[in-house]
């Protein structure tokens, strides 16, 4: 069936540094690509998506890149604050004409740590 | 505006209890899901709906049960609780199911001994 494995789990950077999480999917027909940002305690909520007719996006420090040969695409954030550890999920949607249905299929999750 | 509302927050259940979460949305979304999230295992399905009198099967179903009587509410029911139930359960609805945002409720923590 169709799986998303992103990597890596946890992930620990100096305040001001980048972080990249790198999610790869296997269903090819996969058309969406969003980013969900989870805060301890909190609901996920989206901080930027993709779609398959477009290689990047930005969005101030955040920007998602898509490789839709290799099937992967990744997140990028630059000048890491605290605020922004958490934990990240991706997500790819296929077309409901290949999966038979309507869905999302996440990742396993990233705990993003930006250390003072 | 409220979003999606979800019911309760935290519940504390006994073995073969059965209890129903509730989940309401109020912007008129076709779709809702329902997740759990468990520790290293990310979201996974259990239900979703395409509309009223809709409801398909996730990646894991067995154990509970839903409904979709109206567009704004959704439902999860758990018919007998087990200790393998015990997660954090997650009600979402977007505009369509693909390719659009999904909203998520605040959550329920659900401990069953």
């Known amino acids: 069936g169709e799986n998303v494995e992103q990597h890596p789990s946890t992930l620990s950077v100096q305040e001001g540094d980048s972080a990249v999480i790198k999610c790869t999917y296997s269903?090819?027909?996969?058309?969406?690509f969003p980013w969900y940002k989870q805060e301890l305690g909190k609901r996920p909520q989206l901080i930027i998506d993709i779609r398959s007719n477009v290689g990047e996006k930005k969005d101030q420090r955040i920007a998602v890149t898509l490789n839709k040969t290799a099937k992967h695409f990744s997140l990028h954030i630059t000048e890491t604050q605290p605020e922004d550890s958490a934990v990240y999920f991706c997500?790819?949607?296929?077309?409901?004409?290949?999966?038979?249905?309507?869905?999302?299929?996440f990742g396993t999750g990233t705990r993003l740590k930006v250390l003072a | 505006n409220a979003g999606v509302t979800q019911t309760p927050k935290f519940q504390v259940l006994k073995t073969g209890q059965s209890m129903t979460l509730q989940c309401a949305q109020d912007m008129n979304h076709e779709y809702m899901s329902w997740y759990r999230q468990d520790p290293g295992m990310g979201l996974r399905l259990i239900h979703y709906s395409v509309g009223a009198g809709i409801t398909d099967q996730g990646e894991v179903p067995n154990g509970y049960n839903v409904s979709r009587s109206t567009t704004e509410d959704f439902p999860l029911r758990l018919l007998s609780a087990a200790p393998s139930q015990t997660s954090v359960y997650f009600c979402?609805?977007?505009?369509?199911?693909?390719?659009?945002?999904?909203?998520f409720g605040q959550g329920t923590r659900l401990t069953v001994v």
């Open positions: 997500a790819a949607s296929p077309p409901a004409w290949t999966s038979g249905t309507y869905k999302y299929i």
């Open positions: 269903d090819s027909a996969s058309n969406y």
């Open positions: 979402a609805s977007s505009y369509s199911g693909q390719g659009t945002e999904a909203f």
